[in-house]
């Protein structure tokens, strides 16, 4: 599990429809939060990454004339 499934569960577009990289020892933090409709759900996110390399503007790149996510 990687970028690829943290997306899909936030249910936002993927960077890129078929990843460039193969995680290596990704660290994935689940919370579970109770929605506005006293519902609950499970949020992930990628917290960590051994195969992590900075790369400015990526994200702007894949996502033209969007906003940065908060």
């Given at each position: 599990m990687t970028y690829h499934e943290v997306e899909t569960n936030h249910g936002v577009d993927h960077i890129c429809s078929v990843p460039?990289?193969?995680?290596?020892?990704?660290?994935?933090?689940v919370s579970i939060v109770k929605d506005t409709n006293g519902d609950y759900k499970t949020d992930w996110d990628v917290k960590s990454?051994?195969?992590?390399?900075?790369?400015?503007?990526?994200?702007?790149?894949?996502?033209?004339g969007l906003e940065l996510p908060a």
């Open positions: 460039d990289f193969k995680a290596k020892k990704p660290l994935i933090h990454c051994a195969s992590f390399s900075e790369e400015h503007g990526r994200w702007s790149r894949f996502n033209p």
